[in-house]
């Protein structure tokens, strides 16, 4: 049967086999675990235990929700040119109920959903994409002849994790600009019983979902969050902190219409409407559908967007300049890489991973220069 494996050989393999047989070396898959570990902000002595959280066969139970919303984070999940992030996600998770992915439909699906949810009542992660109409009782959202309302009420207090996946789940999206006619919100304003962890962006990158995922099954507790329930090792720094066309901002080289010189030169997009100077994502340093340097908006040319930014994203106008929260220049400049066009995989995600903290470390770089700066300033006062 060629490279065809059966899936009960599978079950019989070792991890490391599994990983094999699917083109994925040990070394690449301790890399990818190093990458990971350094993005979560964990020290490297948690590399193993990582590794061995992944590779561990008792997987938890996993609920996919998809309520108002495009199912484009799925899409991004999934289609992900290299299969690494998506299998990833797979084999640290139990997928038991998810409307997209499952063969059953009807009357069948809603008893599998209900039959998990009994099962693994306060031990399964409640996985939520898509915002929740409110208006009018929420009649804009159905399904299985329930509203969307009614459905988070009823699944929502028996998680033992609620995440919200995609800037619809965490802050209405798309659907909550105005005039917002179906009353969208993010699932922590309609539900309250407990925390619910914020992923937006528009699509929400599969990278912060596994490695939130991660962090809770390898320290049993959630990640730091910031004020607005985003873990801060995937929110803590704006985008234009670890942009790689940041060297230009500081120089004062922007591109000022789409095709000009400066914008084929690659010169900042600050005068285009780029929202990176008040966007909060980590999307410059783990980037998008694992093709390699420069996929991410910017990265192609176009103005960042502001898709996880409540107020930002769908709100502003595009060509709208961006309010600039950080306007000294930092000590030390991502990286501009030459060439394009490479495969991420799991090597290069390696490197993503000590870009990362490399960024991390110039940012951290940065706060005591600044502060060193403000104090003597202030001793001159
Ligand atoms: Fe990058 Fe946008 Fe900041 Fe310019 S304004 S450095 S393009 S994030």
């Known amino acids: ?33 190093t990458a990971i570990t350094a993005a979560m902000g964990l020290p490297a002595g948690m590399v193993a235990k990582v590794a061995e959280t992944i590779a ?3 997987r938890p ?5 998809h309520f108002q919303e495009c199912t484009g984070c799925t899409e991004s999940l999934l289609r992900a040119t290299h299969p690494t992030v ?17 063969t059953a439909a009807g009357h069948q699906v809603e008893e599998a959903l209900h039959a998990s949810v009994e099962k693994n009542a306060g031990k399964f992660i409640l996985v939520v994409e898509g915002s929740i109409p409110t208006a009018e009782n929420g009649i804009y959202c159905k399904i299985g002849g329930r509203t969307a309302m009614e459905i988070m009420a009823d699944i929502g207090p028996k998680a033992g994790a609620v995440v919200a996946i995609g800037s619809c789940a965490s802050w209405g999206g798309v659907q909550s600009s105005g005039p917002n006619p179906t009353g969208a919100q993010g699932i922590h304003e ?39 329930n985003r873990p801060l090792f995937a929110y803590g720094k704006l985008i234009h902190e670890n942009c790689e066309r940041r060297p230009h901002f500081d120089a004062g080289r922007f591109a000022q219409q789409f095709g000009d010189a400066g914008h084929r030169q690659g010169w900042c997009l600050y005068k285009l409407g780029c929202k ?3 966007t909060y994502a980590n999307c410059p340093s783990i980037l998008y559908g694992d093709v390699g340097s420069g996929a991410w908006p910017v990265g192609t040319g176009h ?26 220049p930092p000590s030390l400049y991502p990286e501009v890489e030459p060439t394009q066009g490479k495969g991420l995989g799991v090597g290069a995600a390696a490197v993503v991973g000590a870009a990362a903290g490399i960024a991390i470390g110039a940012s951290v770089a940065t706060a005591k220069k600044t502060k060193e700066a403000d104090q003597s300033s202030s001793t001159e006062s």
């Open 61 to 65: 139970p996993v609920i996919w929700l």
């Open 1 to 33: 049967m060629g490279t065809h494996i059966e899936s009960n050989e599978l079950l019989e393999m070792s991890y490391a086999e599994e990983l094999a047989a699917r083109g994925v070396s040990r070394r690449k898959f301790l890399k990818f675990c």
């Open 56 to 58: 561990n066969p008792q």
């Open 190 to 228: 309609v539900f309250t019983d407990k925390p619910v962890i914020n992923l937006p962006g528009c699509p929400a990158s599969p990278y912060n979902l596994l490695s939130t995922v991660l962090y809770y099954l390898t320290l049993g507790k959630l990640p730091q969050l910031d004020s607005k």
């Open 86 to 102: 998506e299998s990833l996600v797979l084999d640290v998770i139990s997928l038991d109920y998810s409307e997209t992915l499952s």
């Open 303 to 328: 103005p960042c967007f502001g898709c996880s930014e409540e107020g930002v994203g769908f709100t502003k106008a595009i060509h709208e300049q961006a309010n600039v929260f950080t306007v000294r």
């Open 276 to 278: 990176g100077p008040e």
